[in-house]
């Protein structure tokens, strides 16, 4: 398989199942609070990168200093990030209006690469930024009611975009070249150690088991948080932050085709116009001035 066949794979499967999650997530939000839920899904986590460590035996960060922007990555993208994604649903905010704000990331991203990174972005670039974002807006539209905004669901959802902002740029910056199997599992234990205490002392860690709360769990943590999560990465290594962040305008497409196939929720024609522009401004950051890919 060719380099650009290889990214062009990694790229999509990091939309679908990203897109995937936001479902997935709503599903175990019915059976354990967040940082609860949180805490069973990254204590899983840690028990399959335990055993995937011992096996491939990867290497592990080589200082203290690195092994220090290893934890602040991690906490950043996942304990600031999901927490308080999981949080702002947690407390009343629609999936519509938390998908359009946790989309201003690339735009943000944008914005932090041109000031710290050196990455310079053409006009088409900008305009496709600002053309995805109007476009994710559209898709998720008919779902939006103002009425949810709360100020703590709001302060939740703007915490989680600071979070996978800073730890997407940091863990480009810092850890450019850091195993991330042994990452991962570094990450996760951070992240473990931070929320399973809020999980206990806060919400009672009460959860409500059943098979389908495990089959979610599995779900986020193999296909997300492991595969998903390296996969961006590994795209971020290879392009510009800006390009590869412009994908998660992506993941509400996939939201809408898996509620009209679980539960027959059709999308509106406004919704259908969104998918439309929502591609198209993907494509536009994607693409330089003389239209070959960046």
């Not at 900008?126 to 009611?145: E, F, N, P, Q």
């Amino acid at each position: 398989m060719s380099a650009r066949a290889w990214e062009s794979l990694l790229a999509w499967y990091f939309v679908t199942i990203w897109g995937s999650g936001f479902l997935a997530t709503k599903i175990g939000l019915q059976h354990a609070a967040p940082f609860t839920f949180l805490s069973l899904r990254f204590a899983f986590g840690i028990l399959c990168l335990t055993v995937l460590v011992l096996v491939l035996k990867p290497r592990w960060p080589a200082t203290r200093v690195e092994l220090g922007h290893v934890i602040v990555a991690g906490l950043l993208m996942h304990a600031v990030h999901l927490g308080g994604s999981h949080y702002s649903q947690y407390l009343g905010l629609s999936a519509g209006i938390t998908a359009v704000l946790l989309s201003v990331q690339p735009l943000l991203t944008a914005l932090f690469a041109m000031r710290w990174m050196r990455e310079r972005l053409n006009a088409l670039q900008w305009a496709g930024i600002v053309i995805g974002l109007a476009g994710v807006t559209l898709i998720v539209w008919h779902k939006i009611d103002v009425r949810e905004a709360t100020w703590g669901a709001l302060t939740a959802v703007a915490v989680s975009v600071a979070g996978v902002t800073a730890g997407t740029l940091y863990q480009r910056v810092y850890c450019p070249t850091v195993d991330l199997r042994a990452a991962a599992l570094v990450q996760f234990l951070s992240a473990f150690a931070v929320l399973a205490p809020l999980a206990w002392f806060v919400e009672g860690a009460a959860v409500r088991w059943s098979w389908t709360l495990a089959g979610v769990i599995v779900f986020l943590v193999i296909g997300a948080s492991l595969l998903a999560v390296n996969a961006f990465h590994t795209l971020m290594r290879r392009g510009q932050a800006t390009k590869v962040t412009s994908l998660i305008y992506l993941t509400p497409i996939f939201a809408v085709v898996l509620e009209l196939l679980m539960f027959d929720v059709v999308p509106s024609l406004v919704s259908l116009a969104g998918i439309a522009i929502t591609c198209l401004g993907v494509a536009m950051v994607s693409w330089t001035r003389a239209g070959k890919p960046v």
